[in-house]
Nanobody, 123 residues
Framework: QVQLVESGGGLVQAGGSLRLSCAAAGRTFSNYAMGWFRQAPGKEREFVAA????????YYADSVKGRFTVSRDNAKNTVYLQMNSLKPEDTAVYYCAAKWGVLGYVYSAYDYWGQGTQVTVSS
């Protein structure tokens, strides 16, 4: 089992920044690729970003490429999502997730999920 707890969400104006954190506990964190997903009201959960177990590979959704940066600190069992130039359409509940093996963008491939943190971007 891997327990994931997100933090760092909140209310921010358009153009602002937020940094989300996801702290992991349980099995060896460095064995897992990590992903960030989001879900807005009335919409399906969508992929945002992913990072390999070592941090050497990352992958982003086109909608956030160039604005968001995913990183991890395996010594702290934590993955981060730095979000810059936020837009109202980024408003959603953001979830971190862990999967064994290579990084991916399909949410059904992820084994463990956090409870989510709300991000609201006002115009």
């Amino acid at each position: 089992q891997v327990q994931l707890v997100e933090s760092g969400g909140g209310l921010v104006q358009a153009g602002g920044s937020l940094r989300l954190s996801c702290a992991a506990a349980g099995r060896t964190f460095s064995n897992y690729a990590m992903g960030w997903f989001r879900q807005a009201p009335g919409k399906e959960r969508e992929f945002v970003a992913a990072i390999s177990w070592s941090g050497s590979s990352t992958y982003y959704a086109d909608s956030v490429k160039g604005r968001f940066t995913v990183s991890r600190d395996n010594a702290k069992n934590t993955v981060y999502l730095q979000m810059n130039s936020l837009k109202p359409e980024d408003t959603a509940v953001y979830y971190c997730a862990a999967k064994w093996g290579v990084l991916g963008y399909v949410y059904s491939a992820y084994d463990y999920w956090g409870q989510g943190t709300q991000v609201t971007v006002s115009s």
